[in-house]
């Protein structure tokens, strides 16, 4: 839509058309270190929350990628680039991937601190770059159990260097678990929405004392942690 101002022609866009502008100024992807809690020494790579599965139960109770910093314009234009890149080239998307954390310099990897896997193939792509980059660790929180499961039954096992840990929600949420991976639960503001939590469950630390990234703790990317409870946001 245009309007005339001072014989000047002014352009204005919904929120919406300017994320998708900012979204196609490039055609590379965007991986950052600047998440305040997983720290600088590891390195965050995100897709929309267009991604996650339509009935997940946080998306309407809970989600912290509808508020603070993950909805400022150019980030929601970041996870879109992502999306976009990937969707478009599979294999663009992934070498850029590894040429990124090749000279990041850093042992730590995140996928989707905002999404979650977008498909089969990605999922796919994740193992492939964690076995191209031995030295790096991986971790992902996921409730696309279906995705991981199928990726299981098909193949032997995960690389030794790539934890994927099932996302919980409340008692009333099933989270299938056939392959015996990592939970990570949620400790409700009200209780009685909390499952039982399984024995020797540990806790996040920066939810304490905020000085205690992901880059000290490295609970997640540990894979005989099998169960972490997190306060709700």
């Known amino acids: ?93 992934w070498n850029q991937v590894d040429f990124k954390l090749k000279h990041s310099g850093l042992g730590l990897c995140r996928f989707f601190d905002a999404g979650d896997i977008p498909d089969y193939d990605f999922f796919d792509g994740m193992v492939n770059i964690a076995l191209k980059n031995p030295k790096i660790k991986f971790m992902a929180f996921t409730k696309k159990y279906f995705i991981v499961n199928e990726w299981l039954s098909e193949n032997e096992k995960l690389p030794k260097n790539l934890n994927i840990i099932f996302s919980a929600w409340d008692k009333d949420w099933v989270v299938p678990n056939p392959y015996n991976l990592p939970v990570a639960y949620v400790d409700f503001k009200d209780k009685s929405k909390n499952p039982e939590f399984p024995k020797n469950y540990t806790t996040c630390p920066n939810q304490h004392d905020k000085t205690v990234t992901c880059t000290v703790c490295q609970k997640c990317w540990n894979k005989k942690v099998k169960t972490v409870v997190f306060q709700q946001h």
Not at 3 to 18: A, G, L, Q
Not at 34 to 44: A, F, R
């Open 1 to 93: 839509m245009t309007k005339s101002v001072n014989n000047k022609k002014e352009f204005t866009m919904s929120r919406e058309e300017y994320i998708q502008h900012l979204s196609m100024k490039t055609n590379e992807i965007h991986m950052t270190t600047k998440n305040s809690k997983t720290g600088m020494g590891v390195i965050d790579l995100a897709v929309p929350t267009c991604c996650c599965r339509e009935d997940a139960p946080c998306k309407k109770d809970g989600c912290y990628c509808m508020k603070g910093c993950q909805q400022i314009a150019v980030v929601q234009a970041s996870y879109l680039r992502n999306l976009r890149i990937y969707n478009n080239d599979h294999e663009d998307f």
